[in-house]
């Protein structure tokens, strides 16, 4: 049975809530665990459903894991398997990084073309640029791709472009005893964040939070305990709900300097914004401005807060162009928006958005973050939504309906009956 979420829209969010883990970092940590015989224990990892996708992964893959509330053991005294089944691997991106972790620890790795939220095309031809770069013997069979090492992969990878999961996959396959300079990396927290781990781990890779990372890998990679990063999209939605519905919240736990992008576009918009080292306050504008929006590489502003921020730009005031260097096509809730009235026109890959009022409607998230916008434009919309395709939401976003409720949203969970199809006569 598909779940689907009720939105009773104009109440403004208000109080004080905790982001959670960061999703895309904790993924990579996972992968990464494979790279040693000695347990890990990663502190505070979101209940998601892309980690019990990764968990499966890597269980399949050799991996013992256990749960002690939300801190996760995980153990692989030896790789029992190097083929990552396309049944899981095409649930999400992130399973393509396993390719790096394998033929770094075992010699070898298979694995499919990966899923993913589909907003346009999401080739690997940097992964496997750089695993060839670095010595790598890397083959295709029916939509497998399989990575070989006769020794430890090293070299110089010069990157077409910044890329996030290209970056990793480097990271990965070198940091247990190989070596590199990786050239035009993606500078995202959750690359600083998988660079700290395996440094805990014994690599010493340098140029962190740079675009030039000099990787020494160890020849053994030891376990570690390592706390994941916060949530920087998570904590742009609930930012934006809280914004687009005039409330004022306060988010805990959260690293503010990750966030630069949006908080500046909300305060040049006329909210208040104050930060502290781990907090960041925002008291919405009763009458805010529009701003621009071009969605590029962190430390810009990022394309996974683009559809968020359209939600939000949909239900405010005023002109708007929003545009993405990353994902141009990233548009996958502009007709879900219209469904609520929004007035939105896609030109040459440009949005432009007339702000106004929105009403409620039956709405369906097509993916994660396309979701997150049309919750932020349905909690500010007059009456009621009906958000379909939960399974998307619950990907990136732990107990949503609860958390908002929390803030004194008027949100709930329905329980849909699938829809049989009728054979004429
Ligand atoms: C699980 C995860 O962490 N997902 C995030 C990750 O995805 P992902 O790691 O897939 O995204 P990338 O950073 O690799 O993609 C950035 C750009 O590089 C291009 N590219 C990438 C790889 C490649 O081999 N060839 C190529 O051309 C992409 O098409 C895109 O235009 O970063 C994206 C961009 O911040 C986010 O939207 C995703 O939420
Ligand atoms: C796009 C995302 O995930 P993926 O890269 O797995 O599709 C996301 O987390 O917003």
């Known amino acids: ?20 883990p960061a999703k895309n970092s904790a993924l990579k940590l996972m992968a990464a665990s494979l790279l040693t015989a000695d347990p890990v224990t990663l502190l505070e990892v979101p209940r998601l459903r892309d980690v019990d996708v990764m968990l499966e992964l890597l269980s399949h893959l050799g991996t013992r894991y256990a749960w002690e509330g939300r801190t996760l053991h ?12 396309y049944e899981l691997v095409n649930k999400m991106r992130a399973s393509f990084n396993l390719l790096g972790a394998l033929v770094a620890r075992a010699g070898e790795g298979t694995v499919p073309l990966p899923g993913g939220c589909a ?7 940097q992964h496997l640029k750089a695993l060839r770069a670095l010595g790598a013997e890397v083959s295709e069979d029916s939509g497998y791709f399989t990575a070989r090492r006769g020794r430890p992969l090293s070299g110089r990878v010069v990157f077409d472009m910044p890329t996030l999961g ?18 035009l990396t993606a500078q995202e927290p959750e690359i600083e964040d998988l660079c700290y781990f395996l440094n805990a781990m014994g690599a010493d890779i340098r140029g962190v939070g740079s675009s030039i990372l000099q990787v020494k890998g160890a020849p ?45 576009k ?45 939600g939000y730009l949909a ?31 896609l030109k040459d890959r440009v949005l432009s958005v007339n702000g106004k009022k929105l009403h409620g409607a039956t709405v369906k998230a097509t993916d994660i973050r396309a979701g ?12 009621e939504s009906r958000i379909e395709g939960m399974q998307y939401l619950e990907r990136g976003y732990e107990q949503l309906p609860e958390r908002l409720r929390s803030l004194g949203a008027h949100v709930g969970l329905v329980t849909e009956e699938p829809v049989l199809a009728v054979a004429a006569d």
């Open 220 to 264: 053994r990679l030891g376990g570690v305990t390592y706390r994941v990063i916060p949530d920087r999209i998570e904590a742009a939605t609930f930012l934006l709900a809280a914004a687009a519905t005039r409330g004022s919240i306060t988010l805990t736990d959260v690293e503010p300097l990750h966030l630069d992008a949006l908080l500046d």
């Open 1 to 20: 049975m598909e779940q689907a979420m009720w939105v009773r829209g104009g109440t403004p969010l208000s109080g004080e809530l905790r982001v959670y």
């Open 266 to 310: 909300l305060a040049q918009a006329g909210h208040r914004i104050e930060v502290g080292p781990d907090w960041i306050r925002l008291e919405a504008t009763p009458d805010p401005k529009p701003f621009n929006i071009e969605a590029r590489e962190y430390p810009g502003f990022v394309t996974d807060m683009q559809p968020l921020a359209v």
């Open 74 to 85: 995980l153990h692989t005294p030896e790789i029992t398997n190097t083929v990552a089944p």
């Open 372 to 383: 997150g916008g049309l919750v932020i434009a349905a909690l500010a919309a007059e009456g």
């Open 166 to 183: 290209g970056t990793e996959q480097a990271l990965l396959a070198t940091a247990l005893g190989g070596e590199a300079t990786l050239i």
């Open 119 to 125: 907003f346009g095309p999401r080739p690997v031809d």
């Open 315 to 345: 239900a405010a005031q005023g002109n708007a162009l929003v545009s993405d260097r990353i994902y141009p096509d990233r548009f996958t809730n502009v007709p879900e928006l219209l469904r609520m009235g929004a007035d939105l026109t």
